[in-house]
């Protein structure tokens, strides 16, 4: 998880409909606005083969208004999706799980422990790819709301 603060000359109302309105323009995201002070968007998912490529990245923001000059405090924190880091565990869960029922058997056969090895390897590989993928997302929606409230 990653945070990001920074502040704004602006009522959080007006920070609010300013940010659904550039969301909306550009379509593709879904924005939730749980009360006046909280929102999260991520990318909008249309089929469910998506998921592996679009909906890593999940915002979450908080605005906290001061009573000075009518600045509002902008708190972000970017995280993973919840799904992909159940595939992520469930990968390495389910290698080591392979690995270890086979080590503990009595018969010892290499190819399970190849392909033991190899559901870890691959558990790993996703680890990486979403790590750099959640990273880029990250940079990429810091530009967007950059852009957004003109920082």
């Known amino acids: 998880m990653k945070n990001w603060n920074f502040k704004l000359k602006k009522r959080p109302k007006e920070v609010l409909e300013e940010l659904t309105?550039?969301?909306n323009s550009i379509g593709g995201f879904s924005f939730n606005?749980?009360?006046?002070?909280?929102?999260?968007?991520?990318k909008r998912i249309l089929y469910p083969w998506y998921y592996a490529f679009q909906n890593w990245t999940v915002v979450n923001?908080?605005?906290v208004e001061s009573n000075v000059?009518?600045?509002t405090e902008v708190k972000i924190s970017?995280?993973?999706?919840?799904?992909?880091?159940?595939i992520i565990?469930?990968?390495?869960?389910?290698?080591?799980?392979?690995?270890?029922?086979?080590?503990?058997?009595?018969?010892?056969?290499?190819?399970t422990y190849i392909l033991g090895g190899l559901v870890?390897?691959?558990?790993?590989i996703i680890w990486i790819m979403a790590t750099r993928k959640f990273k880029k997302d990250s940079e990429k929606y810091k530009v967007l709301i950059t852009k957004t409230f003109g920082i």
């Open 33 to 42: 606005n749980k009360n006046t002070n909280t929102f999260n968007f991520r």
């Open 78 to 86: 970017f995280k993973q999706h919840f799904l992909i880091l159940l």
């Open 120 to 124: 870890i390897a691959f558990g790993i």
């Open 69 to 71: 000059e009518n600045i």
């Open 89 to 111: 565990f469930t990968h390495l869960i389910l290698g080591l799980g392979l690995i270890l029922g086979l080590f503990l058997s009595t018969n010892n056969e290499p190819l």
């Open 61 to 63: 923001g908080e605005l």
């Open 21 to 23: 309105s550039e969301l």
